[in-house]
């Protein structure tokens, strides 16, 4: 399975933009990249995902670079809110022919007033 | 309820004793996962469910560990004769299989 490395920890100003980074070297051609957020206490939360392409939605954006070795989420005005564990995952498929999603240990990011 | 909702939130017990989780997913998804999670960890994956065929239950510690899905719709994981190494989180998610995940709030079991 492809794995991911993430930085443990990271600090934000709250209103700047927070730019994640994942690193995911193994990541082979079909897999795609995902990334969920867990608030504590909560279960994760799907944000974005992507395959080789930029993407963007309402929550963030993802930045993949053009080996796709790595890729960085971006959320644009961070918030108290955003306080969460960030976890990078690639989609890998299991011998059973589904996909299953491979948790790291995530980056927890903390916005500060 | 519109998400996936988990029963107990919360449960503790003896070691030895033999514990129920319940899992209820979005109406009409086909697929069903569990995950562990321990403290300070990402979640692990345990099994995964398409309608009520379990095709992958690599992931389950071991054969205290058994899951079914006998409608394909509610899924039960059970653990029968708790260790404490067995203190976690137990996530639900379900997904209609077009890629996204929704994971319930969990179901945190503490094992004394």
């Known amino acids: 399975d492809a794995k991911t490395t993430q930085p443990t920890s990271m600090d934000c100003a709250e209103g700047r933009a927070a730019n994640l980074p994942c690193n995911h070297s193994t990541i082979s051609g079909n897999e795609y990249v995902y990334w969920y957020r867990q608030i504590h206490s909560q279960g994760p939360q799907y944000i974005i995902h992507?395959?080789?392409n930029n993407e963007t939605n309402e929550m963030a954006s993802l930045i993949i670079t053009e080996d796709r070795k790595s890729s960085t989420l971006i959320l644009p005005h961070a918030t108290l809110r955003d306080t969460a564990v960030y976890y990078c995952i690639v989609r890998v498929w299991a011998n059973t022919g589904f996909q299953k999603l491979v948790f790291g240990t995530g980056t927890r990011l903390l916005v500060s007033p | 309820g519109a998400g996936v909702s988990q029963s107990p939130r919360y449960k503790v017990a003896k070691r030895g004793q033999d514990v129920a989780l319940r899992c209820d997913p979005i109406s009409g998804h086909v697929s069903l996962f569990w995950y562990q999670q321990a403290l300070g960890q990402g979640p692990e994956f345990l099994t995964y469910f398409q309608n009520e065929a379990q095709l992958d239950k690599s992931g389950l510690p071991s054969d205290r560990f058994f899951a079914e899905r006998p409608e394909g719709s509610v899924s039960t994981l059970k653990i029968q004769r708790t260790q404490q190494e067995d203190s976690a989180v137990y996530l639900c998610a379900s997904s209609s299989g077009t890629g996204e995940l929704f994971f319930g709030e969990g179901s945190r079991l503490t094992v004394l």
């Open positions: 992507g395959l080789k």
